[in-house]
């Protein structure tokens, strides 16, 4: 049954104004300064901020970039893997991942995703290393870690590198450790919808290691890190102070935000879980998710009811993504091979994004619930009156 309350409710996929609103002050101030200063690309704002987030992840190193997929572009570069080498990744995530192994002119190399929690099978991960690969980059889907453990293990068998796609996982944790922490390196992405998102575009890559973050700062200011210094061929992917401030206002709200999130979450399961057809989203043991999207399986014959039911009661959805990497007309090339990749197949026929991001309401969340619950009844009558 429809409540006169459900009809005034609407749930957009995000909203960023809400967030704002609760931070504006702050944010303004912060603006004001900066414009202020006189210093608008890679200054103290840049520095500081760096400092944070790599103390925020338990890093040695953290180096401000102009977005996520440079992170992995520059990370991948400053390894010196190019041409002629293979780097898998997930066959499910963000083109992204896919894109900037293409950058640095090396070959992707896909690898299916486990069933029950959406992130790159190390199990088949196995089974891809040829002597050209170079790294793994494991994509921490959703908000969920992959399973790192294994993962390196079997790199430090075969000499290889791990770098995480930490994009969707701002404080998410494995064993304990947040990602970013887990790998030789990590590219996280500030895009504005993300866990921790600028006004803009934002990225920034975290390592331990030394020789990476040299090569990094190197790459992302032309080859240099003083003024008409060029040691290697670089480019320009640098943040700018206006971003990077932004982040250092919104940081100290990230694990609260993350919190909202993953309550958000369990009254989503809560709600849910006795709806028939109806598969809500597991965690793997030992890690903790932080809901960048909160993703659900439904019967592929129904999922675009579903939406469009929806809708009609305003809530917006998502599907990410609606095709894996391999059918993508940019990356049809690299085919499925002998296997497929089946296990992401499905999840690109049968998965929808609800509405998740800490402003939702109780009741927000109640009125999601009440129409996936009602769509689902709804079919359950016309299939019994088909039969009868
Ligand atoms: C957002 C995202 C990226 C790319 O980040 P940009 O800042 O948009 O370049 C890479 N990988 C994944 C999984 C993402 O979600």
């Not at 190399?109 to 929690?117: E, G, I, N, Q, R």
């Not at 990602?179 to 890559?205: E, H």
């Not at 690109?348 to 800490?358: D, E, F, G, K």
Request: hydrophobic fraction near 40%; include cysteine.
């Amino acid at each position: 049954m429809t409540s006169k309350t459900d009809a005034a409710v609407k749930v957009p996929l995000a909203d960023l104004q809400r967030e704002y609103a609760q931070i504006e002050g702050p944010v303004l101030a912060k603006i004001r300064e900066i414009l202020v200063s006189g210093r608008f690309v890679l200054g103290a704002e840049v520095e500081a901020f760096e400092c944070e987030w790599s103390g925020y992840l338990g890093v040695k190193h953290a180096v401000g970039v102009a977005n996520g997929t440079d992170a992995l572009v520059l990370t991948l570069k400053a390894l010196g893997i190019g041409p002629g080498d293979e780097v898998i990744t997930a066959a499910n995530t963000f083109v992204a991942t896919a894109e900037a192994i293409a950058q640095v002119g090396a070959r992707p190399v896909l690898a299916d995703v486990t069933p029950d929690t959406y992130t790159t099978d190390v199990a088949q991960v196995e089974h891809l290393i040829t002597a050209r690969t170079r790294a793994i980059i494991p994509v921490h889907l959703y908000g969920q870690p992959a399973d790192m453990a294994p993962l390196l293990e079997l790199v430090e068998r075969h000499g290889l590198t791990v770098i995480e796609d930490a994009a969707q996982a701002h404080g998410a944790t494995y064993r304990g450790h947040k990602v970013g922490s887990l790998g030789q390196a990590a590219g996280f992405s500030f895009y504005p919808a993300k866990n921790l998102g600028a006004y803009g575009d934002a990225g920034i890559v975290a390592t331990n290691d030394d020789q990476i973050a040299q090569s990094v700062r190197r790459l992302r200011n032309h080859g240099g890190v003083e003024r008409h210094q060029h040691d290697m061929v670089g480019q320009n992917s640098r943040l700018d102070e206006l971003q990077a401030g932004i982040l250092r206002v919104k940081l100290p709200y990230l694990d609260a935000w993350n919190e909202r999130r993953w309550q958000h979450a369990r009254t989503y399961d809560r709600l849910l879980s006795a709806t028939p057809g109806i598969a809500v989203p597991q965690t793997g043991p030992e890690r903790t998710h932080v809901y960048h999207q909160y993703v659900i399986r439904v019967d592929r014959s129904r999922r675009d009811a579903l939406r469009t039911h929806l809708q009609r009661w305003w809530i917006e959805t998502g599907i990410h993504y609606p095709r894996p990497v391999h059918l993508t007309a940019a990356f049809a090339h690299l085919g499925s091979g002998p296997r497929g990749f089946p296990v992401a197949e499905a999840l690109a026929a049968s998965i929808v994004s609800l509405p998740m991001y800490p402003q939702l309401t109780p009741e927000q969340l109640t009125h999601v619930a009440r129409q996936i619950a009602a769509f689902v009844e709804d079919r359950a009558g016309e299939t019994r009156g088909e039969q009868g």
